[in-house]
């Protein structure tokens, strides 16, 4: 059974850094790509980005983009999100998943999601 399961985040003063890990069960990341979403209280699940296994190439969102950084360490089988210069607009709920396809034109789903507990930023100004 694939599983995924986010952690790392935390509490960090706006201009600060977090570093996410998606850790996989169940399948390897070499043969998925993976995407960061996030979601803010009151507002819809947004994507964030996405890194493809083929080429490890990446997608960002316009608002995290520079700032942001999507990487994978297939030995240890996760998956990061690497997020620096915080502001208080990046702080939500953030969760991975493998049910995506990934290009360098952004990403879409290839199945229903299976959403897991997610992992929480907070970003105080």
């Known amino acids: 059974e694939v599983h995924v399961v986010e952690s790392g985040g935390g509490l960090v003063q706006a201009g600060g850094s977090l570093r996410l890990s998606c850790a996989a069960s169940?399948?390897?990341?070499?043969?998925?790509?993976v995407g960061w979403f996030r979601q803010a209280p009151g507002k819809e699940r947004e994507g964030v980005g996405c890194i493809s296994p083929s080429d490890g190439g990446t997608y960002y969102v316009d608002s995290v983009k520079g700032r942001f950084t999507i990487s994978s360490n297939n030995a240890k089988n996760t998956v990061y999100l690497e997020m620096n210069s915080l502001k208080p607009e990046d702080m939500a709920v953030y969760y991975c998943?493998?049910?995506?396809?990934?290009?360098?034109?952004?990403?879409?789903?290839?199945?229903?999601?299976?959403w897991g507990q997610g992992t929480q930023v907070t970003v105080s100004s």
């Open positions: 998943s493998a049910d995506i396809y990934c290009s360098g034109l952004g990403w879409a789903f290839t199945r229903q999601p299976e």
């Open positions: 169940g399948f390897t990341f070499d043969d998925y790509a």
